[in-house]
């Protein structure tokens, strides 16, 4: 069963850098494409970052594009998104999701697996 656990959510200032992690486990991810999601209430969950964990390629939203990193690290099977210059509209719910690679990697919901969620605040 694959379980999928953010960390790193919080509080912080526009301006400031946050890094979130997503610890993967239950099987091998090398076919499959790991992303981060994130939602305000009332809103549709909207896509921010992907990775494909055998080949590494990623992509982003343009709203994040140049400030978010996503990356993996194979030996403790996670995947972190460090998130730089934040704003208030970044202020979200952060997911972390995965899905069979030949996903279409912006689409919510053609993941297979969600974490809890992680919140991250940014005031201005």
């Known amino acids: 069963q694959v379980q999928l656990e953010e960390s790193g959510g919080g509080s912080v200032q526009a301006g400031d850098s946050l890094s979130l992690s997503c610890a993967a486990s239950?099987?091998?991810?090398?076919?499959?494409?790991l992303a981060w999601f994130r939602q305000v209430p009332g809103k549709d969950r909207e896509f921010v970052a992907a990775?494909?964990?055998?080949?590494?390629?990623?992509d982003y939203a343009d709203s994040v594009k140049d400030r978010f990193t996503i990356s993996k690290d194979d030996t403790k099977s996670t995947v972190h998104l460090q998130m730089n210059d934040l704003n208030p509209d970044d202020t979200a719910v952060y997911y972390c999701?995965?899905?069979?690679?030949?996903?279409?990697?912006?689409?919510?919901?053609?993941?297979?697996?969600w974490g809890q969620g992680t919140q991250v605040t940014v005031s201005s």
């Open positions: 990775l494909w964990w055998g080949a590494g390629d990623t």
């Open positions: 239950g099987r091998t991810f090398n076919a499959y494409i």
């Open positions: 999701a995965a899905a069979p690679y030949g996903t279409r990697w912006g689409v919510d919901r053609e993941y297979d697996y």
